[in-house]
């Protein structure tokens, strides 16, 4: 069986990297969010990273969210650090320091534009 990459995705990085009026209503564009990327062309195991307004954003099928307990960059770093050592992690965001942060711990990293939103 092979497992798929795991991308993982700064939900409140991706939504504010474009300018729609999601401020408006930051719960339904991680929303939108979530449901671009549970139709990505490429198979991966896909966790969204959701905090703030978005916390109480769930999970559809082919996107499992997890609700950060503090900090999402921190919380993402937390899933890299158990999960590179093992699989391919892709993290989806253009938070320089969070870039580096899950580098350092072996995590690819894209753009917000690589994704649906």
């Given at each position: 069986m092979t497992e798929y990459p795991l991308l993982v995705v700064d939900a409140a990085n991706v939504v504010g990297s474009?300018?729609?009026g999601w401020w408006r209503d930051r719960a339904g564009a991680t929303e939108r969010l979530r449901d671009?990327?549970?139709?990505?062309?490429?198979?991966f195991d896909v966790l969204l990273v959701v905090e703030?307004?978005?916390?109480?954003?769930?999970?559809?099928?082919g996107v499992r969210v997890?609700?950060?307990?503090?900090?999402?960059d921190d919380a993402i770093v937390d899933v890299v650090a158990t999960e590179a050592p093992t699989r391919r992690v892709i993290v989806v965001t253009a938070d320089s320091e969070l870039r580096r942060r899950v580098t350092e711990l072996g995590a690819e990293?894209?753009?917000p534009s690589s994704v649906p939103r």
């Open positions: 474009k300018p729609d671009g990327l549970a139709h990505l062309p490429e198979p703030g307004r978005a916390k109480d954003i769930k999970p559809i099928p997890e609700s950060a307990p503090r900090s999402g990293v894209r753009g």
